[in-house]
């Protein structure tokens, strides 16, 4: 499986980073078949698939019985440069565009939260069970795999502070909220 794209323009070979990608597995033993799709939005500079690297993505398959066959196809993929390919019959670009967004107004929300509030008020609400509150009105304008995405975003916010505060560096804390959600944005500063 190829990790980058090449497009040729002219005589110039263009080569992209990955990002956020989407591939679908299709398993069949002797008795039945069975189809698994993973979503990844990479979240670290480091997970970024660089031209011409190549890596191993591990996929589990419940069925009982010896695999006969596995079919791996690519369904969606966000390139460095922000362009999409793929068919993306899972949705993936919405699920990506809400978990942006659902990170981007809870960092939103809590930094308000820090100034309004003060630290301890922020602590506070990142320790509570949010039940994220969305807009009825953003909610019925957007698929249910956005809103999924939405979920998502808001979720990773707070697991990523948790995680901050369990260190004791105050530092952490802002640093964390002012952090990029995810690797698009650390690539298209």
């Known amino acids: 499986m190829s990790t980058h794209s090449a497009s040729i323009i002219g005589r110039k070979v263009v080569l992209f980073t990955l990002l956020p990608y989407a591939i679908n597995s299709q ?21 970024l698939w660089h031209p011409t690297e190549v890596r191993a993505i591990e996929f589990s398959d419940p069925q009982d019985g010896q695999i006969e066959s596995i079919r791996l196809t690519i369904d969606f993929v966000e390139f460095d440069d922000g362009t ?8 993936s670009r919405d699920i990506l565009a809400g978990q942006r967004e659902g990170a981007r107004l809870e960092k939103q929300r809590l930094h308000k939260l820090l100034q309004g509030k003060g630290r301890e008020a922020l602590v506070d609400e990142i ?54 959600f995810d690797t698009s944005e650390v690539i298209h500063k």
């Open 27 to 47: 398993t069949a033993t002797n008795t039945q078949q069975n189809g698994l799709s993973q979503f990844m939005n990479l979240t670290r500079r480091s997970e």
């Open 84 to 91: 999409t390919w793929g068919p993306d019959t899972q949705n």
């Open 127 to 180: 320790l509570r069970v949010s039940s994220m509150q969305v807009d009825n009105a953003v909610q019925n304008n957007h698929s249910p795999q956005w809103f999924s995405g939405y979920r998502s975003g808001v979720s990773a916010v707070h697991r990523h502070l948790k995680e901050a505060l369990g260190s004791r560096d105050k530092d952490a804390i802002d640093s964390e909220l002012f952090k990029e």
